[in-house]
């Protein structure tokens, strides 16, 4: 499981480094295979999880996001 703290980006034409909030918050996990292979799973501040229960095909666009 991880969670980021603090993102920071490059301005290429200055070469300044700048804190960047865009992705704060957000966390996952990194799962590893044995086999040299990775995955990551990247979920945004304030994810809900949906209703399993229902049929995911009934959901509409908002539903989904």
Do not use: C, V
């Not at 700048?18 to 945004?44: C, E, K, R, S, V």
């Amino acid at each position: 499981m991880w969670r980021f703290i603090k993102i920071d980006s490059i301005d290429k034409k200055s070469g300044d480094w700048a804190f960047d909030p865009a992705f704060t918050g957000w966390n996952g996990y990194i799962l590893y295979d044995g086999q040299g292979h990775m995955g990551a799973q990247i979920t945004p501040k304030g994810y809900k999880d949906f209703d399993a229960n229902k049929n995911i095909n009934s959901l509409n666009i908002e539903g989904l996001k």
